[in-house]
Each structure stands twice: as C-alpha cells, then as structure tokens.
C-alpha cells in the first residue's frame, strides 16, 4: 500500500501549472496539519490498514516546503506505526523554500529522500516559467540536502518551452549531472487549461528532436530513462513504479485522489471544505475495462512492463505483434516497451 500526502499551499503560482494548490490561503495551514491527521486517522480504519504496511509515503503539492516542518509531527506521529521498515518516504521541495532548518525538520522525522522542482539552472526560462527561485538558490538547496543527510535526491526539469535552445538543455544537464543526485524527471511542458500559458501562442517550443536530444544527453551523463519522464542514476524511485503497476493508494489531503481495489476516492479540491470535512469523499467505481485500459497505457510509458497472462487472448495478439515488430520484447511472461517517445499510440493500438 502506499500513501500520498499533498499539500496545497504555494508561495506563487507558476506560469504552466494547473496542480491543486492555492498562494492565499496560509492561515489554513494549522487547521490543515490537524485534517490530513484526521482524514489518515478515518483510512486507517475504513481501509483496514495493518500497522508496517504502508511501504512508501510521498509529499507532493503544490509546495510541502512551504509547510512549516512542524506542521508535519502530527501526522508523521499518527503515520509512524504504519509504515514498513524499509519503507521509501518522499517529499517534493521548491529551492527558495527549502531552508536548511526545514530539510533537517523533515529529516528528523524520517524523510530519507526530496524531489526538488528546479525546472532549470537558467534564470531567465526560470522567469518565463514564473518560478521565483534562482540557479544559485537550486544548487544550495540540493547541497544543502546532502549536508543533512538526504540519501536520495531527485529534480524535475521542464523542456519543451519555448525558452529552449540545444545549448540550454545542454547547460542544465551539465550541472544537474555534477550535483549530487541519483534520480531526475523531466517533463515535457503541457499547456494545462486556467494557467498563463493557456493563453500564451508560443510557450511550447513541439520540437521532438529537442526531446530526443533530451533523452541521448540524460543518458550520456548516466541518467537511465525507466519511465516516458524519468531518469535514473542508480535510483528508481519506489512510488513512482508501484503506482505504475497498479498499486492501492491512499490519497491524504485537499484533493489527493486515493485508489482501493476497483473504487478512486476524490476528496474536495476547496482547502476550506476540506478542513471541514476532510473524511468526505466521491466515489468512482471502475470496471474491469477501466482497470485494464489504466494498466496498459502506464505500462506502456514505463519499465514495469506488463503481465501478458492476466489479459484478453485480443490483448496479448496485440502485443505479440509489436514484439514480432521489435517494438516491444516479453521477458517472462511481461512485455516491456522499447520506444517510450510512441507510448500512447501503443497503448492505442492495444486496446482498441
Ligand atoms: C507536483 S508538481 C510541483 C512540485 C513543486 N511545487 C514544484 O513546483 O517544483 C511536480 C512537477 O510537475 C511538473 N509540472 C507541473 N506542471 C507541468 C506542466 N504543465 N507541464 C509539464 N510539467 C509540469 C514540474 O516539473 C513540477 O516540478
Ligand atoms: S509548479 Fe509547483 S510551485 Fe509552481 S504553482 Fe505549481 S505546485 Fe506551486
């Protein structure tokens, strides 16, 4: 099982980002610490969580670093006993919030691994994308987190904007590939609707050999593509790959969807309705179809790979032809994708 927490508080809101998170609402902060506590408290109970049998807990947002470490005792207390020995636990960090004091707080409570949201080293895409953070406050962040003990360390870069050039996407991967990380994700930019972007013609570069260049450059500095937006450089990240393979997932917080067997749960995305009621949720049931159409299409982006045996005898046709077409390979009994650029249409191409 595992168990994402997300925090909708940001100290500005970027140029791309369509993501749950608000900039005006601190003083919920305090009343949220108490309902993500009370909402974990309610899961226990209706999902019959065993304790030690949560193996990974990843904070994302908006921005976690901008919740006062202290803000996370309560429920990291309440979440403790759950969690598996071994278990991985994450949290997402912006440079300019991530102070020294705060990734010690995290540490402290067993926060072993930090994904920062660096988009780029250069500061002029950074203002185009509305980060407010700098190059220099990026790398002291991630220096920082080394120096209190971060075993794991990961950023995001964007590309695909219209900021890019070869010779920046070059630059970026240069210092991100002499920092001291194992793990990177970079995203392609989507213009998301209710964002600057959306109204903004030129903020996507569309240029795939900017993408390829992306991808053959990542893996020259050693950082190995195990999904369509992530690298590894020794690290894959845990949550990312169970989330993959159709693990249960409890969602905690302001619009953090949860998923049990064939049922997603949708809390409020509103931070006030949430804080008044944090236990109250919709209920989507999926179907079996659903189920199998999810499982391809993330499988077909990643190195999970896909269990041949469980599926319709149509399915697995489908499949042993783009393995006869060298498209794919099946090791085992799982097909792997090999062209993660042509995800989608596969995943298409399966199941219609
Ligand atoms: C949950 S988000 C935000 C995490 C954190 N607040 C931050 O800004 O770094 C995680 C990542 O998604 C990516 N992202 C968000 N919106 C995107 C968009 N419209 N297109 C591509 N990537 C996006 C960014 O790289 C971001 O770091
Ligand atoms: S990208 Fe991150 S910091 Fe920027 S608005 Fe979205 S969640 Fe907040």
New binding site residues.
Partial sequence: MLLYLHIPF?DSK?H????C?YTDKAQLKKPYSSAITKQFNFEVQRLEIKKGSINSLFV?????STFPASLYEPFMFAVSPYLSKDAEITT???PNSATLSWLEGMRSFGFERV?????SFDDKKLKFLG?IHSQKEAIEAILNAEKVGFKNISI???YDTKADTKKLLQNDIEIASNLPINHL?A??????KN?K?YNHQNARKESLVLAKYMVNSLAQKGFKQYEISNFSRGYECFHNKRYWEGDDYVGVGCGAVGFYKNRRFYPSQNPQAYIKNPTHQEVEQLSADDLRLERVFLAMRSNVGLLMDDLPQKLKDKLTLLADEKKGIVVEGRFYNLDYFIADEMALFVTS
């Fill in positions: 940001c970027c791309y980002c369509a993501f998170s994302g947002g908006g921005t976690p997402e960090a912006n994904s920062f949201g660096v988009q980060r995001d870069l964007m994700s995203y392609s930019l989507t213009i998301e964002t972007f």
